[in-house]
């Protein structure tokens, strides 16, 4: 991030959880309703998000815009996976909790009640090598034997010879869940499997794929380009692209999710609108969430379900 007014706020990227003030992000933000233009005198407070990586970059980028049109609010965004972005709207420690995956699916019934689901944008997501992997194309049935354990040799998928390591996200982890409902489709994974690393972040895993000889992972479309030493490989034949997911043709995707509280306190809860409908304002979805390499909702073809059922629109 550029240009902070450091009096007004500061970015940490704490993973540790939103209610502990040590190690949050604080990002200073403002704004109104749908429109998402000029700014809003009556709004002020603070409101804490955390959540999914997937897109925190996307949200930390709309938050500065956000906070320049009214500087009296502040949000502090913090990661820790889509599980703890939910966990945390749902116990209510958290006003907006940022998620990959629907509330259902990692959440009792109990805990969804009262939950509104925000759906933001669309992400795209795929598989990526190292660098000096040579294959650029791998199938599904190819993906779902790699990350069973099934296949271990790049031998076996086309690729010179040499030792297949996977680098996994951590459980609870939203980008996880969509990679494994859409590959690994209800295979199980045998407990004598276990991948080179499990991290907590997008970043990190594009890191570590770089650093290790014949690693593999996956990752949302917007981070393909973070580190030379990684590729992005096409799946069916088909390219990990923006177009081939509007139309359905690439079926590794998910919404991203803002999770608010439909009962949240009197003292938040009108700002924690205004960010929501911010990020919802043409002026985002139009801006922000294109530049930052997710999808606008209004330019999908297909829809999908909390089951994973995907049908046109």
């Not at 076996?156 to 590959?183: L, P, Q, Y």
């Not at 479309?221 to 692209?241: I, M, Q, R």
């Not at 911010?278 to 801006?287: I, K, P």
Request: glycine fraction near 12%; charge should be negative; hydrophobic fraction near 40%.
């Amino acid at each position: 991030m550029q240009g902070f007014d450091m009096s007004r706020r500061t970015f940490v990227g704490a993973l540790g959880a939103v209610a502990s003030v040590a190690g949050l992000g604080l990002v200073g933000c403002g704004g109104q309703a749908a429109s998402g233009s000029g700014a809003d005198a009556a709004l002020t407070g603070s409101i804490s998000c955390s959540g999914a990586t997937s897109f925190q970059p996307l949200v930390e980028a709309a938050a500065n815009d956000f906070m320049d049109a009214n500087p009296d609010v502040s949000i502090a965004i913090s990661a820790g996976g889509s599980g703890q972005g939910l966990s945390q709207v749902a116990e209510g420690s958290v006003q907006i909790g940022r998620s990959d995956v629907f509330a259902e699916s990692k959440l009792k019934a109990d805990q969804i009640e009262g939950l509104v689901d925000n759906q933001i944008c669309i992400v795209g997501m795929g598989p990526i090598v190292n660098a000096n992997v040579d294959i650029d194309d791998i199938s599904t049935e190819q993906l779902k034997g790699i990350f069973t354990g099934e296949i271990t040799d790049w031998e076996e998928v086309g690729g010179t010879k040499g030792t297949i390591n996977v680098i996994n996200r951590e459980a609870g982890s939203g980008t996880r869940a969509t990679f494994e409902d859409a590959v690994l489709d209800g295979a199980e994974v045998p407990d004598s499997f276990r991948p080179v690393a499990e991290v907590d972040s997008s970043g990190t895993v594009v890191e570590q794929v770089a650093a290790t000889e014949g690693a593999i992972s996956y990752v949302a479309f917007n981070y393909f380009e973070s580190n030379e030493g990684v590729k992005a490989l096409s799946v069916d034949g088909v390219e990990p692209t923006r177009e081939n997911v509007e139309s359905g043709d690439f079926n590794i995707w998910a919404y991203e999710h803002m999770y608010t509280r439909s009962d949240e306190d009197e003292a938040t809860a009108g700002v924690t609108q205004a960010f929501i409908d911010y990020m919802l304002s043409d002026e985002v979805q139009n801006g922000a969430v294109i530049d930052e390499g997710f999808i606008p909702m209004t330019d999908m073809k297909v829809q999908k379900d909390a089951e994973g059922n995907v049908t046109a629109l």
